[in-house]
């Protein structure tokens, strides 16, 4: 297993601002993603985080909106631009083992835009 | 698109009782995964079944994995209120990227 520090834990944003949210895993590791779960929701898959190149973001997503770095095998960061309301969700960073492609998950972002 | 149709999405029941969750699909998937979430924290992985007609026990929980690999159940005996929490299972859809299935927020009674 792997050990996922994320921070902040929970944050309160104006809209319009922009939050980072950071990822820190024990070990490193090829394949770290960023999730969104908005209120009473599943997990939606927001990029993949490549290191050293610039992350594949899924349908829906895009690199203006949620910027992402991954400067090594070990840390990445996620930023949510340009708030709004609708942004407020839970944010997750994931790693995955390479076998079964089994998933390790940090605590999470609560992030609320007033 | 493979998706993961999970239900119930609500379960409310009383401490002793069993329960069944499903996971169906129509895509196949090499394995699947279920989840475990509480509040203020991340999924943890409750485990990952692999081959078709596959049956996992753990502790009180039974998963197990169609004949056809696109579904998939997870079984609790004898809930107890620290099996709240909400149940997620979770496909592979390629590149390590997952699927998941909408969730099912389980409340026991006591």
């Known amino acids: 297993s792997a050990v996922i520090s994320q921070k902040p834990s929970r944050d309160i944003c104006q809209r319009g601002t922009s939050l980072t949210i950071q990822c820190q895993v024990d070990?490193?590791?090829?394949?770290m993603f960023w999730y969104r779960q908005q209120p009473g929701q599943s997990l939606t898959l927001i990029a993949t985080?490549?290191?050293?190149?610039?992350?594949?973001?899924e349908s829906g997503f895009v690199i203006d909106k949620f910027p992402i770095s991954r400067p090594n095998l070990t840390f990445s960061t996620l930023t949510v631009s340009n708030m709004s309301p609708e942004d407020s969700s839970i944010y997750l960073c994931?790693?995955?083992?390479?076998?079964?492609?089994?998933?390790?998950f940090g605590q999470g972002t609560r992030l609320t835009v007033v | 698109t493979q998706l993961l149709e999970q239900s119930p999405q609500f379960l409310s029941i009383q401490e002793g009782e069993n329960l069944t969750v499903y996971c169906n699909s129509s895509s196949v998937f090499s394995s699947l995964q279920w989840y475990r979430q509480e509040p203020g924290e991340g999924p943890v992985l409750l485990v990952t079944v692999v081959t078709g007609g596959e049956v996992k026990k753990l502790k009180r929980l039974t998963f197990q994995f169609g004949d056809a690999r696109k579904d998939s159940s997870l079984h609790i005996t004898a809930a107890q209120p620290g099996d709240t929490g909400l149940y997620l299972c979770?496909?592979?859809?390629?590149?390590?990227?997952?699927?998941f299935g909408q969730g099912t927020r389980l409340t026991i009674n006591p």
């Open positions: 994931s790693v995955s083992r390479t076998v079964n492609t089994e998933a390790f």
């Open positions: 985080a490549n290191q050293g190149s610039e992350a594949t973001y």
């Open positions: 070990s490193q590791v090829t394949m």
């Open positions: 979770a496909g592979e859809r390629g590149a390590q990227k997952l699927v």
